[in-house]
C-alpha cells in the first residue's frame, strides 16, 4: 500500500471532498449584538439556530478565525452518536438517575440531528446504522461485555452483543471475537453537515463574520483585531482551539487525533468485508481506533498519532506527521487485510477539547453573561446538538422569557472542572500516559487473559478518564 501520492493536510479530505466554502466578511469594526457566539463549528452553528428558531428578532453575530468548520467540526470522523464524556463522573456526582437522564437526552439527540438535517434540506451522507464496536483480544472483550452491560444499566436497553460469528456476519473483521451494537449512532460527512449548517443559520438572519480570529473575551466584550462585539450574551463555543484565547491556555487540552482515507473500493473488496449496515465502527483498545464507510465506499479510519503538541499548540491546516500516517495504514490492513495495496488518498489530523476530568460541559454564568460549551473528547458530533440546544434554554431562563426546563436540570450543567497543570508537566504527563496506553494494548494482544492490564488501568486513574 502506497502514500506517495497521499494528501496531507488541506484541513481535510472531507473538504477535499466538498470544497470549501466561499469566505464571509470579516468584521468591518466595533459593533453591538444581544448574543454574540465565538467558534464558528457545530457548537455554535447549533446555538445560533436553536436560538434563532426560537427567538426570530434576537442579533445574534458568530466569530469565527478561520472559516465555519474549520477546526474539528470539519475534521472528525463522522461520527453522530450517543456517547458522552464524562457520564459515569456524574453518575458519581449526582446520582445514577441524573446520569440516565443524560444518557436518553443523547439518544435523543442523534434523532435530533438527523431530523433537522431532514427538515433543513441539509444533505450531509447520514446513514443511520448506529455503531459497532468490536473486540479482537481477551481483555477487550471483557472490557466490551462489560461496557455493555453498564449501558444497559444506563437506559440503553436496545444494544445487542454479538460473538465471533454474529459479528463476521455484520462485518469481516479480522481477529474480532466479538462486538456491542447501539442504534443510537449515523455516518454523515462533517463537511456538508456544518457547511449546511452555517448556510442555513445566515438564511434566519444571523450574522457570520469568518476571517476573525477572537484574540479575547471578558463580560459583555469579544476582542478582535478588527474590533469589539459588545453583546449581553458572549458564548464560548471554541472546544480544542479555546487555548488560544487569552487566559484559557490550560482550561482545555487540545489532543489530536488523526485520519486517513482510502480511495474507493471495489465491488470484490466489499465482498470480502461485508459492512453493508454501513455502521459506525471501532474497537476497544486503550488507544482507540474509529472509522466508517464513506457514501462513496471508501473507508475513512482514524486514531491518536501524537497525542498532544507542547505548550497546548495545535497543527496547521491538518497535516500529520508521516509515522501517523503509517500507523493508521497498517492498523487498517491489520482490521481489513484485502485492502493492501489501496491508495490512501487523504491523510490529515486535528484537536478535540480535554477537560482535566474528562468531562464535558455547558455553562453560563448568570453574574457575567458568559457561557460555554465543550470538552467532548471526541464525542462532539452529537453532544454540540444538545449543548446548543441547552445553551438556549439557560439564556431564555436567564432573560426571563421562560423557566427551567429538562436540559437546564441535567448534570453537566455548570460543572466546574479544575485546570490542567502547566508546562512541561501537562506534556511530559500526555505522552507518558500514551505510551502506557500503547504498551498495554501491545500486552494485551500477546496474553490470553482477559483482565485490564495493570498500567492501562492506572494510566485511566491518573488521567482522570475513569
Known sequence: MSTVSTVNGGISFWYAHEGTPAPREPLPGDTTADICIVGGGYTGLWTAYYLKKAVPFLNITVLEAKFCGYGASGRNGGWLYN?????DRYARLHGHDAAVRLQKAMNETVDEVIRTAADENIDADIHHGGVLEIAHTPAQLARLKDSHSVEIA?????????????????????GAVGSSWTPHGARLHPAKLVKGLADTVEALGVTIHESTPVTEIKPKHAVTPYGTVRAPYILRCTEGFTSALKGQ????????????VTEPLPKSVWDTIGWEGRENLG???HAYMYAQRTADDRIAL??????????????NDGRTQPATIEALRDLLVRFFPTTAGTRIDHAWSGVLGVPRDWCAT??????????????????????ANLAARTLRDLIQQDSGQAGP????????????????EPEPFRWLGVHTLYAAYRSADRRETRSPQPGTDRIAKLADRISGRH
Open 302 to 315: 482514524g486514531g491518536r498519532g501524537v497525542p498532544y503538541r507542547y505548550g497546548s499548540a495545535t497543527d
Open 249 to 260: 491556555k490550560r482550561t482545555w487540552l487540545p489532543m489530536n487525533s488523526s485520519m486517513i
Open 83 to 87: 456517547g458522552i464524556a464524562g457520564r
Open 154 to 174: 444506563f437506559g440503553e436497553t436496545d444494544r445487542v452483543l454479538r460473538g465471533a460469528r454474529e459479528t463476521a456476519e455484520r462485518i469481516r473483521v479480522t
Open 405 to 420: 426546563t429538562d436540559l437546564t436540570t441535567l448534570p453537566w450543567v455548570n460543572h466546574k472542572v479544575r485546570r490542567w
Open 362 to 383: 455547558v455553562t453560563l454564568d448568570r453574574s457575567t453573561g458568559l457561557g460555554w460549551a465543550g470538552g467532548y473528547v471526541g464525542s462532539g458530533v452529537a453532544t
Open 283 to 285: 474497537d476497544t483498545a
